[in-house]
């Protein structure tokens, strides 16, 4: 552990301090943001008496954060701030979040808690493949990678050729990532003979995106590496928020940073541990925009609030099932990208990529699916597909088979829905 006395605090004492943290949050939004404080109904730190006071406090979500831009919401002075990062892959009004030093000292923290958790110490060479700029990641990755002394190859986005003649010639141990993005450097690989067995890698910690089961084993046995999920998002900080370990039983978040409630998306009520719904986080010592009751849209829900294998006593939640906007709705029937992504990858001959595509029809609704498969002519496989995703779904999608590479691959975030309805 990084901070072993912060990370195995024992369940009363971090909820003593979550509530502490939550006390001075608020006073921290009354004594800088009217507005803000008033959308609390004026709520005075001395009513928060248990942490689970914060269901009386009201939801935020993305939209109420656009239309604060550029700095409606924020908590500290103009001059305190130091940088800002910008949420990505959404169009229009763009959310910004200003951190002020205290910030970015805390995002260096809870990163280099995520990268310890990850097994990765001042020996390792972290290549840095996000960008550094106003997404979030290249940053956050760099902050943690220095707090541990590690030797840091940014070499941020793109460049695939270089990335792989770095992780051989400066001796790359750990990868960082949006999670789509070894695919495309195993893609890359592949073309140029390129041998994961002769490199030093054997950490991979990757996020930004959902990925399934299936596609973390297939990278993990095609890289020879062990892989972390990370989550996090401008509006909570930044990447950072929680991490899997070891253990693998779960993403630890850490909790005297951040209060986590799991709710049902259409009443917003708070559901118990063990059922799923959306995650609510809610920032508990940040100071340039710190959220109350932030609706975050990722589907989860709370695992354990046990003491882990790993000895971390931090709450753990499921790895992210979906995004609430991904989920995708056909003939009265809800499911998420990351179901088919998983039923998909579960056959051989399949390959990495894939493409959804929704199309309404003559009023009908019509699911369209394309997969990279090692060999198209494959009709058995075909069938099987059809099959497979029939028995999931209860109706029945075109399957369309196409050559690895075939799928055209954008720069960023990997695309794997296109929904044409409307
Ligand atoms: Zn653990």
């Given at each position: 552990m990084h901070q072993p006395e912060k990370e195995g605090l024992v369940r009363e004492e971090l909820a003593s301090l979550q509530l502490e943290n939550l006390r001075r949050t608020v006073a921290r939004i009354r004594d800088n943001n009217a507005g803000y404080h008033a959308r609390l109904g004026h709520v005075d730190p001395g009513d928060l008496r248990v942490i689970e006071d914060v269901a009386g406090l009201p939801f935020m979500n993305k939209e109420d954060l656009r239309k604060a831009y550029p700095f409606d919401l924020t908590c500290a002075p103009r001059e305190r701030f130091v940088?800002?990062?910008?949420?990505?892959?959404?169009?229009?009004?763009?959310?910004?979040?200003?951190?002020?030093?205290s910030d970015v000292e805390q995002w260096a923290e809870i990163m280099a808690r995520c990268?310890?958790?990850?097994?990765?110490?001042?020996?390792?060479?972290?290549?840095?493949?996000?960008?550094?700029?106003?997404?979030?990641?290249?940053?956050?990755?760099?902050?943690?990678?220095s707090r541990l002394g590690s030797f840091i190859v940014p070499i941020g986005a793109g460049r695939s050729s270089l990335q792989l003649q770095f992780i051989k010639d400066i001796g790359t141990t750990c990868i960082t990532a949006i999670a789509s993005y070894p695919l495309r450097l195993m893609e890359v690989a592949r073309q140029e003979n390129f041998d994961w067995a002769k490199t030093d890698l054997k950490v991979g910690v990757f996020g930004a995106e959902v990925w399934s089961d299936e596609m973390r084993a297939r990278i993990e046995s095609e890289m020879g590496i062990d892989t972390y999920d990370i989550i996090g998002m401008t509006e909570t900080g930044g990447v950072g928020l929680g991490?899997?370990?070891?253990?693998?039983?779960?993403?630890?978040?850490?909790?005297?940073h951040y209060l986590v409630e799991i709710i049902d998306p259409d009443t917003g009520e708070v559901l118990p541990d063990g059922q799923t719904g959306e995650m609510v986080v809610t920032t508990l010592t940040r100071q340039g925009l710190p959220l109350i009751r932030f609706r975050t849209r990722d589907i989860t829900s709370v695992i354990s609030r046990d003491k882990c294998g790993c000895g971390r006593t931090h709450l753990r939640i499921d790895r992210i099932t979906g995004r609430n906007?991904?989920?995708?709705?056909?003939?009265?029937?809800?499911?998420?990208?990351?179901?088919?992504?998983?039923?998909?990858?579960?056959?051989?001959?399949?390959?990495n990529d894939y493409l959804i595509e929704v199309d309404r029809i003559e009023g009908a609704d019509k699911l369209g699916i394309t997969v990279e498969v090692h060999n198209p002519d494959d009709g058995h496989l075909a069938k099987n597909l059809r099959r497979i995703v029939k028995d999931f779904l209860a109706f029945g999608a075109e399957v369309k088979l196409v050559p690895m590479g075939g799928i055209e691959k954008p720069p960023g975030k990997a695309v794997r829905v296109v929904d044409r309805r409307e």
């Open positions: 940088r800002f990062h910008m949420s990505s892959g959404t169009t229009g009004t763009p959310i910004l979040n200003p951190f002020t030093a990268f310890t958790a990850a097994g990765v110490n001042s020996a390792d060479v972290v290549q840095i493949t996000p960008s550094f700029g106003l997404f979030n990641g290249g940053f956050g990755f760099h902050y943690g990678a991490i899997d370990c070891e253990a693998r039983a779960g993403i630890h978040i850490w909790e005297d906007d991904d989920m995708i709705k056909i003939k009265g029937v809800n499911f998420y990208p990351r179901q088919i992504e998983s039923l998909l990858l579960s056959e051989p001959g399949v390959g």
